[in-house]
């Protein structure tokens, strides 16, 4: 009924490491019915650090049989039983990678006695074999050897099903059939409480780091999809191991949530986040004074702190837009860093600066400012943007009565902007026409 599992590799990925050493214990759900171990020549070398934690060495397997020649035996062990082991997901997709690549499908349903130890006995620090087998003293012999691993995974097996029975394996086995087992490091508790409602959710390490950052409209359900899969790279597998927490910030829209999303990647800079730290633009118009006090109409590339009127991905626009305002506000081609040739003569400052505001007015009235509401049971989800550039949202009352953007600002919270946020704002200027109330 029961096939309770443990194998020791040369490291953590299938895709680039192989099996040193199996160990199959059959259970029936009272007993063990009999088992299997075999040492196996992984054919790529170990490395040292492995060696030692498991005393096995190159020379150990070195006249052991490939994984092709055991598979067979393997295949028939597991297909008609239900697959048992300690960190399951580690151990199942190891062995379905390398069956598979020897033509065998391994599709069977599984239990984690890692989590199934949490739910059986809940309270103690620590679920790692090692760990739970001396808190309820079970016999570990042979630690980091698949024998004794499996064997000693096999009496805790029996142990949880003494207290939880049927209905313990049950639920388990009804996790099994969604196809997610959570991290290895999260404990379900963290899932249990997650909403299903729009927002933001975070992965958290073991010391508390945000690790990532995502955006859901119904945050349960998108956190559990990461779970989902038999994904063998390597970087998947690392960055499930290193989840041990979920926090959530819900919010009253998918749009405020995707803007939000976008706030906390720049403020956390999770190491798992990789495609909002790429700037969407490249260049942007700002505006300083210099010594002589000329105000000046430049181009530069963006920067963190930098305030911008204007950004756009290409420098080529960048070009073409502050051409068309000296052009139109007569504004001296050197001063805007347009021209190496200095003027033969210049307006005092007092008059040129006027012509260099009229033209930052002119290129503000391009950019209009305006709300994006969105009726929810709460009230009006409210998204501010200020001359072109995102401000921040929140919540209206339905009752609320505002006349000035000074009313709104005090009812919705203002957020950090960035360049992605913008290019977002301006794609959605269309999609929500309906919904945008200019101010």
């Not at 009999?34 to 030692?52: A, D, E, K, M, R």
């Not at 003293?137 to 029975?165: S, Y």
């Not at 209206?396 to 919270?413: E, G």
């Amino acid at each position: 009924m029961y096939a309770i599992v443990d194998i020791e590799t040369t490291g953590s990925f299938p895709a680039s490491n192989g099996i040193t050493e199996i160990a199959i214990v059959l259970h029936n759900g009272i007993e063990v019915e009999g088992s299997y171990t075999t040492l196996i020549n992984p054919g790529v070398p170990i490395p040292q650090f492995v060696s030692q934690l498991t005393g096995i060495y190159n020379y150990t397997v070195a006249d052991a049989p490939p994984f092709t020649q055991v598979a067979d035996k393997i295949y028939n062990l597991l297909r008609n039983r239900i697959f048992v082991a300690h960190n399951v997901n580690f151990d199942y997709t190891f062995l379905r990678h390398h069956l598979e690549a020897v033509g065998y499908n391994l599709a069977v349903k599984k239990i984690c006695t890692l989590r199934m130890a949490r739910q059986a006995f809940p309270g103690h620090k620590k679920y790692g074999l090692e760990s739970i087998t001396q808190t309820l003293q079970i016999p570990h012999q042979n630690k980091h050897r698949a024998g004794g691993d499996a064997m000693a995974t096999a009496i805790l097996f029996q142990k949880c099903f003494e207290v939880g029975g049927e209905a313990l394996v049950k639920e388990m086995l009804k996790k099994g059939n969604q196809e997610y087992i959570l991290p290895p490091n999260l404990d379900k508790s963290y899932v249990k409480q997650l909403p299903q409602q729009p927002g933001v959710y975070y992965f958290h390490n073991a010391q508390g780091k945000i690790i990532y950052v995502g955006k859901a409209k119904q945050i349960k359900q998108r956190v559990v999809s990461h779970f989902t899969g038999h994904d063998i790279g390597k970087k998947r597998q690392q960055f499930l191991r290193e989840i041990h927490a979920v926090s959530y910030t819900t919010t009253p829209t998918e749009l405020t949530a995707l803007l939000l999303e976008s706030v906390e990647i720049r403020k956390y800079w999770p190491i798992y986040n990789i495609s909002q730290k790429v700037r969407s633009s490249n260049y942007g118009t700002c505006l300083y004074t210099d010594a002589a006090g000329y105000l000046r109409l430049v181009i530069d590339k963006l920067q963190k702190r930098q305030s911008f009127l204007h950004s756009t991905a290409y420098l080529v626009d960048a070009h073409r837009l502050l051409w068309r305002l000296v052009q139109s506000f007569e504004l001296d081609p050197y001063l805007c860093c347009l021209s190496k040739v200095p003027p033969a003569l210049l307006a005092p400052h007092e008059i040129y600066n006027q012509k260099v505001l009229a033209a930052v007015a002119s290129l503000q009235a391009q950019q209009p400012t305006y709300l994006l509401q969105e009726a929810t049971d709460e009230g009006t989800s409210c998204v501010l943007v200020e001359k072109g550039s995102f401000y921040g949202f929140g919540m209206l009352p339905n009752n609320f009565k505002w006349r000035t953007v000074s009313d709104i600002k005090r009812k919705i919270k203002q957020y950090p902007v960035n360049e992605h946020i913008n290019a977002m704002i301006r794609s959605f200027e269309e999609r929500y026409a309906g919904k945008m109330t200019y101010l």
